[in-house]
């Protein structure tokens, strides 16, 4: 594989959920399986340790698996690859950057250590070293607040000096900081969620990180598609259907106090597209098969493009 750069980091990633068995291990087979499903549907990368990715709750033997697994079922579709690489301190994530350098991810995808907010000489220390321990492979910054710490456009700015390997940048936070943050760093390929990817778009976005690629993978890819060519008359339509998803659609499983891993295996599994099932670690709150029932009940009444010849 093109080694992954600015020019190749773009379009609809997958971020994958993981697939547990019913005693909360790693279910290899259906992983694997799921990863290369989202390969072969066109996906322009696949990333583990997100949020969706609970990267939080795998020991260092289950991260290894799952960015092995990932890496080998993503080869036959010469697809890249990002190793999500967060953790709690500076040592933790660097060694969670030997193994994915080891098993051949092509990125890494880092967050700012997240118990305990971190100074900006802290934030600057930090990406310096996990930097150098990630040698020449690129870097992509995890913008959120969930680290305690929020990432201005100046703070950004200077992590990026810190760390020139940096090359893209997951942007969570209010919209209206996007156009500043992206004028301040051209260099980073700016990745968002997917219901503001037009109006990103029109400001100098370049993708999304997508846990609705795997809800309709064939719409997401049109929809990004269109996005990329400035079509935005074409996809008002869908993107007003993304947000009602992501406001109405949801709205019981947020009143359920579910959180990104059990809402995004719900999409995983509505249209029967994933194999990962609805278990996430606990103590977080997963899905029912009655959830996912009332969310494509409400596809069908709400979202037409969504469940078009389903």
Request: glycine share 8%; with cysteine; hydrophobic share 40%.
């Amino acid at each position: 594989m093109a080694t992954l750069d600015y020019e190749r980091l773009h379009g609809i990633w997958a971020g994958l959920p993981v697939a547990w068995n019913e005693s909360l291990d790693l279910d290899e087979d259906a992983y694997a399986a799921d990863v290369e499903a989202c390969c072969r549907a066109g996906a322009h990368g696949v990333y583990t340790g997100g949020t969706t990715g609970e990267f939080y709750a795998q020991d260092e033997q289950t991260f290894r698996r799952i960015v092995a697994l990932t890496v080998s079922a993503a080869r036959a579709t010469d697809t890249p690859v990002q190793a999500g690489c967060t953790a709690t301190s500076t040592r933790l994530v660097c060694r969670r950057i030997e193994i994915a350098a080891e098993l051949g991810a092509h990125g890494i995808q880092i967050a700012l250590p997240f118990w305990l907010a971190v100074s900006d000489a802290e934030a600057l220390s930090f990406v310096k070293d996990v930097a150098a321990a990630a040698g020449n492979l690129p870097l992509i910054l995890y913008k959120t607040d969930r680290s305690k710490r929020h990432i201005d456009a100046n703070l950004a700015r200077r992590l990026r000096d810190a760390a020139p390997t940096l090359i893209g940048c997951k942007f969570t936070g209010p919209q209206d900081d996007l156009r500043e943050f992206i004028e301040a760093l051209p260099e980073l390929s700016v990745f968002v969620g997917e219901p503001s990817l037009p109006d990103a778009a029109r400001v100098g976005a370049r993708g999304s990180y997508s846990s609705l690629f795997y809800l309709r993978p064939d719409y997401m890819l049109r929809y990004y598609h269109l996005c990329e060519q400035r079509r935005f008359d074409e996809v008002a339509p869908m993107q007003s259907e993304l947000k009602r998803l992501c406001d109405e659609g949801i709205r019981h499983l947020r009143e359920k106090g579910m959180m990104d891993s059990g809402i995004d295996r719900v999409f995983a599994t509505a249209l029967g597209f994933l194999r990962c099932g609805l278990r996430c670690q606990p103590p977080y709150v997963h899905a029912t098969r009655d959830d996912v029932e009332t969310l494509k009940a409400w596809m069908r009444n709400h979202a037409p493009l969504l469940m078009e010849g389903r």
